[in-house]
């Protein structure tokens, strides 16, 4: 590649090194060492192309430009300065002509010290406000604009005039004085990251009132100017930086034309892609619930006993657990058969080891769209730093499982997690830690069960999913399942059982009986009531009446109360979805939706009054224009099967 001749050094340059310019230390030793490695160097003036040591190079690809104190280095493999360094036995003093590094001295005082391991140091003036060089660009009608001392040495060994602020982007450019560049044409060159982006942009922003024309632009190689300088590239080949708004915004119409991949689930129509959260107090069944849909997935079976999964690779982080309980936990769930091999397990693991092996094990089964599942969050999430916001430190675990179920498009990364003691309206509100953790989710799902009792249900929310109750079912306490045979029918049974449960609450447990009783019936009567339950017939009457006002029971006539309140129609629908489900495995009745079953003729009366069909993909009752038992949209746009 041939080097274009550069133009002299830059007044400043010269005046400051207090020499002519053309002693250049760490260029000409840098020459030496290629050469001695047997490297062939082309050498032009300050500049030259040589074979670079660091990679199989068959004709030069590395070029080398001399600065005031310093070599730049650019490979067009893309090598990195320390790799050259090293394949030279060099370390990375030598790209110095001082083996200390180089000292950067301001107008007003300010020195700042550069180590060769890119170390700063601030001292004399370090309260100042100058711009580095701002003293040597009084008859410049051009300057530009950069982020550090370096970068205004290379553009001055081409020639031009240039200014830095002290400390790079990290500090705001309003601290600094800029009046120098009035009515100068400024040329702000960013660096190629988002701090150096972002500040740059504040710097052309706060320009505009000052220079009489700001533009901003950014290298055509490598990641700041000096890089392109180094890869012999000249000023005019600097590219116009996109704006933020251009570079992040997209149109409503650019949106409309795309064609996106439809939602991946692991579940079908309860478990999607993405980051998801199940939470639920301790030693409630959460474990044992992932466990089984792990099982379920890596064979390609029934998950929660009736849906039907297809087959992936799963990743389960066991991290409180040992190889011995997993064995004994699975060999009951899977009911003897042998464990399959697409589920592989890892019990230990520090918070940085579990991160990376995720992210190792998405890079390798991504395009299978696997599962992940991670027991529990508490064993990656990192103590929070004094001064540190405990919304933010929540949310930062999350977003950084969020960005790593995100690598791998379709896959599904499910955390498990810990409820609080303290109840609350909002099951959201249950999650531990601050809303930090549920908000950096794509979806939550949180499982409420008694002690000692094996019916549950499962709460589900979140952006891509039905927001819905389940009611779940573990025989023998630990075998999950849906009480029901689809989720429709789960989700309906929930419904009845969050109904008996508020029932409950506001009225006794009497109340309840006195309902089951009813419900059981055509009329009732106070005096029937009595007597069933051995109580004053004063109070059987006040308890139906008040039932019947609360929209419990119906009152249909002088002293007589039947069905058809909210517990009926949560029951009907409940029985609706059994009866128009062509159901392919055998329901799964718990002693609470039993109880709660509606008379034979009021579920002829809902199967005559619709045709329905059932979802193929999710199992949900749909009727036309693609509907569920309860006359919502099927969210999957599922295929209907007559039914």
């Known amino acids: 590649m041939t080097i274009r001749e550069s133009r002299p050094a830059a007044n400043g340059a010269a005046q400051r090194s207090g020499r002519t310019g053309t002693?250049?230390?760490?260029?000409?030793?840098?020459?030496?060492a290629l050469r001695s490695a047997g490297k062939t160097v082309e050498v032009n003036g300050t500049g030259a192309m040589a074979q670079c040591p660091a990679h199989n190079d068959n004709r030069p690809s590395l070029s080398l430009k001399a600065i005031e104190g310093s070599v730049l280095l650019y490979c067009f493999a893309g090598c990195e300065a320390a790799d050259v360094t090293t394949a030279l036995g060099l370390t990375p003093a030598a790209l110095f002509d001082s083996q200390r590094g180089q000292s950067y001295a301001y107008p007003d005082?300010?020195?700042?010290?550069?180590?060769?391991?890119?170390?700063?140091?601030?001292r004399g003036n370090t309260k100042g406000t100058a711009l580095y060089n701002s003293d040597q660009i009084a008859d410049a009608s051009t300057v530009y604009v950069v982020e550090g001392e370096k970068d205004v040495l290379a553009l001055e060994s081409v020639g031009a005039a240039a200014v830095s602020p002290p400390q790079g982007a990290t500090t705001k450019a309003q601290r600094w004085d800029w009046t120098p560049l009035t009515g100068k044409h400024a040329i702000v060159i960013a660096d190629k990251d988002e701090p150096g982006r972002k500040h740059a942009e504040d710097v052309a922003r706060l320009l505009t009132d000052i220079a009489e024309s700001v533009r901003l632009t950014e290298s055509a190689a490598g990641n700041d100017v000096s890089d392109h300088i180094a890869a012999g590239k000249q000023l005019d080949e600097l590219v116009v930086a996109p704006s933020l708004l251009d570079k992040l915004a997209v149109t409503a119409d650019w949106l409309d034309a795309q064609t996106f991949d439809s939602l991946e689930y692991v579940v079908p129509g309860l478990i999607c892609e993405?980051?998801?959260?199940l939470a639920a107090p301790p030693k409630k069944g959460k474990s044992f619930l992932v466990g089984n849909i792990g099982l379920a997935v890596a064979s390609g079976g029934l998950a929660?006993?009736?849906?039907?999964?297809?087959?992936?690779?799963?990743?389960?982080l066991a991290l409180e657990d040992g190889y011995r309980r997993l064995q004994d936990r699975f060999r009951r769930m899977n009911a003897g058969q042998p464990l399959p091999a697409a589920l592989e397990l890892v019990i230990r693991a520090t918070p940085l080891e579990a991160v990376a092996v995720i992210a190792e094990y998405l890079g390798r089964h991504g395009t299978a769209k696997p599962l992940v599942i991670l027991d529990t969050l508490?064993?990656?999430?990192?103590?929070?730093?004094?001064?540190?916001?405990?919304?933010q430190a929540d949310y930062a675990i999350g977003g950084e499982l969020k960005r790593l179920a995100d690598s791998a498009p379709g896959s599904t990364l499910l955390v498990v997690h810990h409820t609080r003691k303290a109840e609350a309206a909002d099951f959201i509100d249950t999650v531990s830690g601050t809303q930090g953790v549920a908000g950096s989710v794509d979806y939550v799902m949180v499982l409420a069960r008694e002690r000692h009792r094996n019916d549950a249900v499962l709460s589900v929310t979140g952006r891509d999913v039905i927001e819905a109750e389940y009611a779940l079912y573990a025989d023998d306490g630990y075998l999950w399942r849906l009480d029901g045979s689809t989720l429709a029918e789960?989700?309906?049974?929930?419904?009845?059982?969050?109904l008996w449960t508020e029932l409950e609450k506001t009225h006794g447990k009497r109340s309840v009986e006195i309902v089951r009783f009813v419900n059981n019936r055509e009329l009732?009567?106070?005096?029937?009531?009595?007597?069933?339950?051995?109580?004053?017939?004063?109070?059987?009457?006040?308890?139906?009446?008040?039932?019947?006002?609360?929209?419990?029971?119906?009152?249909?006539?002088?002293g007589e109360f039947g069905p058809g309140g909210l517990l009926e129609s949560a029951d009907i629908a409940d029985t609706a979805a059994a009866t128009d489900t062509a159901v392919t495995h055998p329901p799964l009745l718990s002693a609470h939706s039993a109880a709660s079953a509606p008379s034979t003729h009021t579920a002829l009366s809902a199967r005559s009054s619709s045709s329905k069909s059932r979802c193929v993909v999710c199992q949900r009752v749909v009727t036309s224009g693609q509907t569920d038992g309860d006359g919502q949209p099927c969210h999957l746009g599922c295929i209907e099967e007559g039914g």
């Open 490 to 498: 789960s989700r309906s049974r929930a419904e009845s059982v969050r």
């Open 304 to 316: 929660l006993g009736c849906v039907p999964v297809p087959q992936r690779p799963v990743l389960y």
């Open 274 to 277: 993405g980051l998801g959260l």
């Open 378 to 391: 508490g064993k990656v999430k990192r103590p929070k730093r004094s001064n540190e916001d405990a919304y």
């Open 109 to 122: 005082g300010r020195k700042v010290d550069r180590s060769p391991t890119k170390q700063f140091k601030q």
């Open 524 to 558: 009732t009567t106070a005096t029937e009531v009595a007597k069933h339950f051995s109580m004053d017939s004063k109070r059987a009457s006040e308890s139906l009446a008040r039932l019947a006002q609360g929209g419990w029971l119906t009152k249909c006539g002088r």
């Open 23 to 32: 002693e250049h230390i760490a260029y000409d030793r840098l020459l030496g």
